[in-house]
Structures are given as structure tokens and as C-alpha cells.
């Protein structure tokens, strides 16, 4: 068997696990709309269908107090149990297993009767938290209680209770935001009764047989956190409770310091699990940036943890588990931790999805049914647009011929995979190769098509996603050898001086500067990793953090951009601050409101407001936005042939993989 540790059965005692791997609690939205429990059990199925071991459900709130917004998902009424039934019978039926998290966010709720220990406003929220009263407080664990019940009536074989991640538990566990002087303040020993309660009662409430995973908050990477000698301590009363599991939990959410994107190493944080596993007997579960069954094998195999939680994984591919079991872990679309369509989404209110699988979250409206009506269809283009359309046009049992000019798969994508800390974009390239050859699409490299040669080859669909065209500038010295574009950069063929100009903010001017301030070294990435943003890898200090100590820029760097306001409004809603942050911390000079005049031996010359300056730099780069390649398109068109426009091709402005591959995978399902 592959992954033998990965793989292995769990036995909890009263209830054994089919494998090592947790899908991790994801809020998807679904939880909130009309319908939504309809789709999130299609949703959960599809995943236990996957084989994955155990599943555990977004978060619901205990009562109204503790939800994420007003009105959002409560369990609290024996009138809610029945929309949860719908959940654990299509996982069940299955022979999965799911647990649901009860999750009561304290000050993080974005209502006006948001409740916490103190009444401490978070740095993330605008609503000021109520201070929970005595009376309040134990009516809460009476809550929590409650909905455990409610969830077993519901069928589901165990709850999460969420301590971690800054939400109301947390709240209470960390002097930052308990300065309550009653009982359930102070010291370290009252500051915990609050989980301990909850845990404890939970188990009374339900017996023997259910399963209780508790996720404690390991490193808060908060100022007035918790210490390790704390976190030991709780980790060892919430066992004394009567909890199956305990899971990891890794920073709050107000903390400055990357969890879970793309630019954290993978498993990075897995040490600290390690840590507390001689501590306490009871199984712990490993989290963050665990996103292949490989990682996950050696985290258990290395004594790290008794399980492996995935949650965005289970997004880019339901079948994870199930391919890994069959040996085919090359054929996984692998989440590529970009956040883009899964966490921006949530926080944006919309239904998560995902980037590399448009289908996460809307199973019962994007598929991909085997055509009655095969056609030849001819692809323009392997970027990502092209590649998700021949992939899901060929799965769907047509005949796709996919032309490319270079000679490689992946469009832009090459370029992104060499950014650093946006290596995980070389997976998808990988998954897609992988596809073009299982389906047996037929690829033509080093093939720029023509619209002569389309309307002699009689397909009987042309798909053009032949991508974009860079923005040029259009300014006296646009063609100084000192100019260059960002693909001649990423492409190494320019070998680019000390002091650089960026012309253009938006998502690529901000990869070029991190690509260009980027030091590599041999040092093991992950400790590089947590020192730059300030881990302490030894957990000594409070809340696990230190001073940053940040490698210095390799170059000068302007990054420039016409537009006044602050660099980087247009970047991820989850990851934009973690872009900014680098390249500050990098000292990289951002500059707005400039009017770029000319370019000649002297410098660049720009003026800033009324006053000029000339940026003495050896060269400047051309990250000015792209613009869509239609001459094709309109050659076809004029000749009166019908072809349709995806990705890039079909719109520069805006355009992300993100809309590029949904839009491709929406069109191949009907096609
Ligand atoms: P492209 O990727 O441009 O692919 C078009 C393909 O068509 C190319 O391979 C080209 O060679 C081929 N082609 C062109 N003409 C012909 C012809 N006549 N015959 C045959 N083949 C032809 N997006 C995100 O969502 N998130 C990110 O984090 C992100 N990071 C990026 C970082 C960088 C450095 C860059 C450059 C882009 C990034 N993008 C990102 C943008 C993303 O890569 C694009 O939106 C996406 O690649 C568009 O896909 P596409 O298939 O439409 O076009
Ligand atoms: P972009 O985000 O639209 O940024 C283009 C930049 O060029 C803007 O900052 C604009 O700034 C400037 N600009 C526009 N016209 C110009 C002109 N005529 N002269 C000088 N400057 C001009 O596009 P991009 O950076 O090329 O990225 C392309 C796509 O890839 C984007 O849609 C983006 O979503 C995607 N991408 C995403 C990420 C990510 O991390 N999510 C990363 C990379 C790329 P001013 O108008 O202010 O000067
Ligand atoms: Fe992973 Fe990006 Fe998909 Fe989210 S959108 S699941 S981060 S690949």
C-alpha cells in the first residue's frame, strides 16, 4: 500500500477512522443561503466519496451571539437539526464520517451583539464586542453544550469545538483579551475554565461514544498570547475533559504573520505539533500548508502527528484520498494555496470555490456529463484557459487537438511558478500535463496556429485562449535598451542591474518586486521562513513571537504607479497585506500619483505631484497591465467563421486564472 502512514486506520477506541486525514473546517457560504444545505451535502459527499478518513463541517455558531455575521449559521433550536440531517445521511450513505464545528467567534462576529471576555474591540472588526457577565458566561458553555446535542440528533459522529484562531475560547485563554478579574480571569488556571467546561460538559452530555475533537491554539502569534508552558498545560485538562483529538491551531486571525498562503513553506508549522506530542496521550492532528498526500505521509511519519488535516486540498480535488490510495497522487490538483477563490471568497460573503476546480461548492450545477455529440474541437493555447478546456472538453469524450506556440504547457503560469513563494503554480501545470494525457488529448508544441490554417482544418469547434499581449509604453524613450518587459525578467533572458524601476502596481508589478528583491539561500526554507516574519521556532517566547529579521533587498526598487491611494488595493483580500508587508519590509520604494515623462541615459524622469525627479536606475520594467490577442479572432470572424474567446484572449482587464479557468470549464461542460 502507498502512503502507509498516511493510510493507516485510526482507531479512536469506539470508532475506527479509514485513514490518517482530516478535511479541515472550511465556512464556504453554503451554510448560508436558501438551498445551501441541499448543496453543501453534495458537496461533503463527493469528498467522503473520496475516501477521505474524517470531514469536519464550516463552523456553526452555539447560539446568535457567537455567529460570523447576523443571521448566519446557527445550530441551537431542535427545529435547525433537520438541515443537518440532510448533511450526515449524504455523507453517511457514502460510509464517511463527519463531525461538525461549533464555532462561537466572540469579538470576530460582525454584528452589534457580538459578546467577549472584555469588552476589547479586534483590530480586524468594527464592532465593539459586549462583556459577557457571569450568568452570560455560563449559559455560553450551556450553548455549546446544547448544540453538541443538537449535532448528535443530527447525525453526525462528533463535534469541533473551535478554541483557536482568535475566536471566543481563545478570547478567554489569552491575558491580550481577558482582562476580566472574576473567575474567569486573571490567572492562567481561570482563564482555561472556560474550554475545560465546555469539554468536560460536552462529554457528560453525550457519553462515551462521540467523537470530540478540541482545536487549541498552539501558536497564537499574538502579542499577550499564550506561553508553550500554557499551552501544555490546557492541551493536558482538555484530555482530562474527555476529548478524542486535539487539533492544531495556528495564529490568530489579527496576527501579522502568513498561516496558510501560497508563501508559506509547506508544512511549516508541523512542529509544533511535534512538540506537544509527548505531552498528552490522546491522537493530535497536524495543519497548514499540508496540500499532498506526500507531505502528509511524512509529517506522520516523522512522528509530527497522528493525522493530517486538509481543508483547501479537499477543494482543488474531492477524490485526493482516493487517488492516493490508487497510487495516482500525480493525477491530484493540487491547491496551489493561493486563497483566491476559497478564503477571498468567504470573506467577500460569496460561495467559496476554487481557483484550479471551479466545481468546489457548485456540484449541483457544474458538471461534467459524457457528451452525446462528439466533436473535433481545436484548443488555441495551453495556458490555463486552454488547458481546463481540453481537459474537461476531452473528459467529456471529445476530440481535442491543442495547439501551442512555446514549447511548454502552462501560458503564464510559467512565469508565476518563478516568483518565489509561488512555486505551487508549477502543480497545476504538472496536474494539467497529466490530463492531456490520460484524456488523450492531442498536443501540438511549437505550433503557433494561424487563421489560415484553422479554416483549413475543419474542426467543428475553434476555442481560442490565446492569451494576451503586454501594454507597451508609450512615452519618448519607450525603446531605451534600458527598458524591458516582465516576461524578458522572468524569463531570465535580461540579466537586470542594481537599481530597478517597476512601472505598474497591480498583481505582476508586485511578483517582479519580489522577484527581483529576492535572496535565495541554502538555509532550510522554513526556519528562513519564520525568522523573516518573526516566529520563534522554539516557542519560548509569549505567543511564539519575535523580532522579524527580514533579508534585505538584493536590489534598489522602485515600484511605481500612476493612480494615487495606497499601493496594492487590487491584490488578494486575504494575501494582499502579506505582498505588501514583504516588499516593505524589503524597503522596496512605492511611489503613486507619478506621471512618467521620459527615458534617457540620464534616468528615468518622473514627476511626482509638480515636482520632478529623475530615478537614476540601470533599468526599468514594464509591468503595465496586458491586452487581449483578437487578431485571431477577428481574422476568423471577418471570414465568417464562428470560434468563442476564453480566458485572456477574451478579456485582459481584470482577468485573473481564477476567471480564465472557470470560464473555460463552464463553456466545456456544454460544449
Ligand atoms: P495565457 O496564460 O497567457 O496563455 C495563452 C497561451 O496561448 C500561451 O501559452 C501562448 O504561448 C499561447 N498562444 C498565443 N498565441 C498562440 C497561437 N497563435 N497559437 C498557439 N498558441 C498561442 N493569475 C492569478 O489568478 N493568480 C496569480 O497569482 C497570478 N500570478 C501571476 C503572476 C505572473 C508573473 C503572471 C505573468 C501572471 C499571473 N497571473 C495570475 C495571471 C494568470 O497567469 C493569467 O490570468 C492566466 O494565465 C490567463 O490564462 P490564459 O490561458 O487566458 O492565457
Ligand atoms: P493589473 O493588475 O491591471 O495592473 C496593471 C498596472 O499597470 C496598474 O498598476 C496600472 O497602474 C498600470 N498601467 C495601466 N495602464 C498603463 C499605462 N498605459 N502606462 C503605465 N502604466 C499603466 O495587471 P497586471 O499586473 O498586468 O496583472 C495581470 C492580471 O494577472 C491581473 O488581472 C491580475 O489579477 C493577475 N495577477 C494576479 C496576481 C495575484 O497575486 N492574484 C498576481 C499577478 C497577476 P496605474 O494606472 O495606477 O498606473
Ligand atoms: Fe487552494 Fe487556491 Fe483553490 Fe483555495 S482557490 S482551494 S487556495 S487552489
Redesign the pocket.
Known amino acids: 500500500m502507498p502512503y502507509t502512514n498516511l493510510l493507516a486506520p485510526l482507531d479512536l477506541g469506539f470508532t475506527t477512522l479509514k485513514n490518517r486525514v482530516l478535511m479541515g473546517s472550511m465556512h464556504t457560504n453554503l451554510e448560508e443561503i436558501p438551498g445551501g444545505f441541499e448543496r453543501a451535502a453534495v458537496y461533503f459527499a463527493e469528498r467522503a466519496k473520496g475516501q477521505v478518513g474524517l470531514i469536519v463541517t464550516g463552523g456553526i455558531s452555539p447560539n446568535d451571539e457567537g455567529c460570523v455575521a447576523a443571521m448566519a449559521a446557527k445550530l441551537s433550536t431542535a427545529a435547525e437539526v433537520a438541515h443537518h440531517k440532510i448533511i450526515t445521511d449524504a455523507v453517511h450513505a457514502e460510509d464517511g464520517k463527519i463531525c461538525m464545528q461549533i464555532l462561537h467567534t466572540g469579538r470576530y462576529g460582525y454584528h452589534p451583539k457580538s459578546v467577549a471576555p472584555s469588552p476589547l474591540q479586534a483590530p480586524i472588526n468594527f464592532f465593539k464586542p459586549r462583556e459577557l457577565n457571569h450568568e452570560d458566561i455560563l449559559r455560553t458553555i450551556d450553548d455549546y453544550v446544547n448544540c453538541a446535542v443538537l449535532a448528535k440528533e443530527a447525525g453526525y459522529d462528533g463535534v469541533e469545538i473551535m478554541g483557536s484562531e482568535g475566536y471566543l475560547i481563545n478570547q478567554f485563554i489569552a491575558r491580550r483579551t481577558n482582562h476580566r478579574t472574576d473567575e474567569w480571569g486573571g490567572d492562567y488556571e481561570n482563564r482555561i475554565k472556560f474550554p475545560i467546561e465546555i469539554v468536560r460538559k460536552t462529554r457528560e452530555a453525550l457519553g462515551e461514544n462521540f467523537i470530540i475533537i478540541y482545536r487549541l491554539s498552539m501558536l497564537d502569534l499574538v502579542e499577550d498570547g499564550s506561553t508553550w508552558e500554557e499551552v501544555v498545560i490546557l492541551a493536558k485538562e482538555i484530555e482530562k475533559a474527555g476529548a478524542t483529538l486535539i487539533n492544531t491551531g495556528i495564529g490568530w486571525h489579527e496576527a501579522r504573520v502568513p498561516t496558510i498562503a501560497t508563501m508559506v513553506p509547506r508544512k511549516a508549522f508541523v512542529w509544533v505539533t511535534k512538540k506537544l506530542k509527548s505531552e498528552v496521550k490522546i491522537p493530535l492532528i497536524a495543519v497548514n500548508r499540508i496540500n499532498t498526500p506526500e507531505v502528509g505521509d511524512d509529517v506522520i511519519g516523522d512522528g509530527c502527528a497522528d493525522m493530517v488535516s486538509m481543508a483547501r486540498p479537499f477543494l482543488a480535488d474531492p477524490e485526493l484520498v482516493l487517488k492516493a490510495m490508487e497510487n495516482r497522487s500525480d493525477e491530484i490538483n493540487t491547491c496551489i494555496a ?1 486563497n ?1 477563490a476559497c478564503l477571498d471568497h468567504t470573506f467577500q460573503m460569496k460561495i467559496s470555490s476554487c481557483l484550479v476546480n471551479p466545481r468546489a461548492c457548485h456540484e449541483t450545477a457544474l458538471n461534467y456529463h459524457p457528451t452525446q455529440n462528439p466533436k473535433n474541437i481545436a484548443v488555441v493555447g495551453a495556458g490555463p484557459a486552454g488547458l481546463a478546456f481540453a481537459h474537461v472538453a476531452a473528459m467529456r469524450g471529445h476530440k481535442v487537438t491543442l495547439y501551442e506556440a512555446s514549447d511548454k504547457l502552462g501560458g503564464q503560469f510559467n512565469l ?1 511558478k518563478v516568483i518565489p513563494g509561488k512555486e505551487e503554480y508549477g502543480e497545476t501545470i504538472r496536474y494539467f500535463q497529466k490530463m492531456m494525457e490520460k484524456y488523450q488529448v492531442h498536443v501540438k508544441l511549437n505550433h503557433r496556429v494561424t487563421s489560415e490554417a484553422l479554416k483549413s482544418a475543419g474542426h467543428d469547434e475553434i476555442i481560442l485562449a490565446n492569451g494576451i499581449v503586454p ?1 507597451t ?2 512615452i519618448p524613450g519607450a525603446d531605451h535598451p534600458k527598458v524591458v518587459n516582465y516576461i524578458d525578467v522572468l524569463t531570465g533572458n535580461v540579466s537586470v542591474g542594481k537599481k530597478v524601476a517597476i ?9 517582479v518586486a519580489e522577484y527581483l528583491s529576492h535572496q535565495y539561500h541554502d538555509e532550510d526554507t522554513i526556519l528562513t521562513f519564520l525568522k523573516e516574519w518573526g516566529v520563534d521556532h522554539e516557542h519560548k517566547t509569549v505567543g511564539a513571537l519575535q523580532r522579524a529579521a527580514p533579508a534585505p533587498s538584493l536590489r534598489e526598487i522602485y515600484l511605481l ?3 494615487t491611494g495606497k499601493h496594492g488595493a ?3 483580500k486575504t ?1 494582499g497585506w502579506i505582498h505588501k508587508a514583504s516588499l516593505a519590509a524589503k524597503k522596496v520604494i512605492m511611489l503613486a500619483d507619478v506621471q ?1 515623462e521620459k527615458i534617457d541615459d540620464t534616468g528615468f524622469h518622473i514627476d511626482i505631484k509638480g515636482e520632478k525627479q529623475i530615478l537614476d536606475v540601470d533599468h526599468i520594467v514594464v ?4 491586452l487581449s490577442s483578437r487578431s485571431l479572432y477577428d481574422e476568423l470572424t471577418q471570414s465568417g467563421i464562428h470560434a468563442h474567446l476564453i480566458g485572456g484572449a477574451f478579456e485582459a ?4 486564472a481564477k476567471s480564465a479557468i472557470h470560464q473555460a470549464c463552464s463553456l466545456a461542460a456544454g460544449v
Open positions: 493561493c483566491q508565476a501594454r509604453l508609450d512601472i505598474g502596481a497591480g498583481g505582476i508589478g508586485f511578483d504607479k500612476r493612480s487590487s491584490l488578494g494575501t512618467y509591468c503595465a497591465g496586458q482587464v481584470e482577468l485573473d
